[in-house]
């Protein structure tokens, strides 16, 4: 954990001091050693939060960007009675999670439907393959009308395939923390895919690093992605009525050229 409740203020770790978990109450122990991160731990193995995974410089990167009061929020859940840590809780109610470490696929919907209005943040350097795939499937990336936004009919060949079934947008982040070779293009931005398809068309944007993490300050990036998801929704109803049309009108063509039943 990057913060402990000491004299009831949320303080970073340092050597020899101890605080209380603002999750559970329980004391904190300042881990500070020369190899990982400095930050709290639990006495012993314990964590109050199930979902809680140790922390890297990339972590703490992002929470940076966001306001203290902000970072690490205990929020609770109702049904089982304990409480989970968001890594960012907007004042409007967005939850970012930064995602480096694998997450299999129950925790990752419990997520999902615990967090509701949230977004993803993964680490798209994590695994050796993982940016080269990038590199490489971006050329598959359709244009659409609109600046920055793109179609693709198999994402799998951009993004790892235990990302593509989210019911929220995922952003992967491919800068990383180690200097890597990557083109100022991809270096600076975040590339976003959305849970809603128009027809078998998954939708991508590429958005500004900078632009993310101002629109989320502001309030403004939750509206403008239900907004846009709603109007993806409603592209992928006309899609999928126009293509029913066009399949009853071939049916009835043949079956007048036929002579045929509708569905021979």
């Known amino acids: 954990m990057k913060y402990a409740l000491v004299n009831n203020t949320k303080t970073e770790a340092t050597p020899g001091a101890k605080g209380t978990c603002p999750s559970c109450g329980s004391e904190l122990i300042a881990k500070c050693g020369k190899i990982k991160i400095h930050h709290w731990a639990h006495k012993g193995t314990r964590n109050c939060d199930p979902w809680w995974e140790n922390e890297t410089e990339w972590h703490r990167s992002w929470k940076n960007s966001f306001p203290v009061e902000w970072q690490e929020l205990p929020l609770p859940d109702e049904q089982t009675g304990k409480k989970h840590i968001a890594d960012v809780r907007t004042s409007d109610g967005l939850v970012i999670e930064f995602q480096n470490s694998p997450i299999d696929l129950q925790e990752r919907t419990t997520r999902e439907k615990f967090y509701k209005d949230m977004v993803w943040v993964v680490n798209g350097t994590r695994l050796k393959g993982d940016y080269p795939r990038f590199i490489k499937g971006n050329s598959y990336l359709l244009a659409t009308n609109m600046p920055k936004i793109f179609r693709i009919g198999y994402p799998d060949v951009c993004f790892p395939s235990a990302w593509l079934g989210c019911s929220v947008p995922v952003l992967f982040d491919f800068r990383g923390t180690e200097p890597r070779d990557i083109p100022d293009d991809v270096n600076k931005n975040l590339y976003c895919l959305f849970p809603t398809r128009v027809g078998r068309y998954a939708i991508i944007a590429e958005v500004s690093r900078t632009v993310f993490i101002d629109k989320t300050i502001n309030g403004e990036w ?10 993806l929704s409603i592209s992928n109803q006309k ?20 002579g045929g039943s509708p569905g021979n």
């Open 239 to 258: 899609e999928k009525a126009q293509l029913a049309f066009e399949r009853e009108l071939y049916r009835n063509f043949k079956q007048e050229t036929t």
């Open 222 to 231: 939750l509206s403008r992605t239900h907004n846009f998801m709603n109007k």
